[in-house]
C-alpha cells in the first residue's frame, strides 16, 4: 500500500506543477469534475482489464483511453465549454494514465501480500 502511495503523491505533485505551467482554475467546479473523470476513468478500467484477464491489456487500454478522450472533447466542444488544444490533450491523458497507475498499483499489492504469505 506505501507504493500506491507513493505513485498517488507523486503524481499529485507532478499535477500540481502541470496545473501551474498550463494555468488551470484548478478550483472550478468544472475543472474538479473534469479531472475525477479522467483519473477515475484510468483507474477503473484498469481494474476491470485486469480482472477479466484480457489479452492485449496494452490494445484494449489504448483503444479505451482514445474513445474517453474523444468523448469528453466532443462533450466540450457540444456545450461550448473550450475549444480542442493539444496541451488540454496532454492534460487529460496524463490524468487518464495517472490513474491508471494509481489504479495498477493498487490492485497488485494485495496480490503481492497474498502471494508472500502463501510462501512462508
Known sequence: MRLFWFAFFSGGIFFYFLDQAFKVDLFSAEIILNNMYHFFAGFI???????????????????????????????????????????????????????ALCGYVYLISPKRREKLENQS
Open 45 to 99: 478500467y484498469l481494474a476491470w482489464s485486469l480482472r477479466l484477464n484480457l489479452k492485449n491489456k496494452l490494445k484494449y487500454f489504448i483503444l479505451l483511453a482514445a474513445v474517453i478522450l474523444f468523448i469528453d472533447e466532443m462533450n466540450d466542444y457540444l456545450r461550448h465549454y473550450q475549444t480542442f488544444t493539444f496541451v488540454e490533450l496532454f492534460y487529460n491523458t496524463y490524468l487518464l494514465l495517472w490513474g
